[in-house]
């Protein structure tokens, strides 16, 4: 896992993406507080468990 901070996620984009297979997953933190997560789909992602696995208003 990787923290990155909006800032640099909104700049560097494609390049963090690009990184997922090797950091597993990337944090988003704004004003220091994690306020997001990126995880990388592969084809052993569960898409539907995951989905799920959110509130329901998601």
């Known amino acids: 896992m ?3 901070t909006l800032r640099k ?5 494609s390049e963090i993406v690009n ?3 090797k950091d597993k997953s ?3 933190t704004e004003n ?3 306020c997001a997560v990126l995880l990388p789909v592969t084809e052993k992602t569960d ?3 995951l ?3 959110q509130p ?3």
């Open 2 to 4: 990787k923290l990155e």
């Open 47 to 49: 898409l539907e468990s």
């Open 32 to 34: 220091g507080k994690p």
């Open 19 to 21: 990184r997922l297979g």
């Open 9 to 13: 996620t909104k700049a560097k984009l």
């Open 26 to 28: 990337v944090v988003i």
């Open 56 to 58: 329901s208003d998601f």
């Open 51 to 53: 989905l799920l696995s």
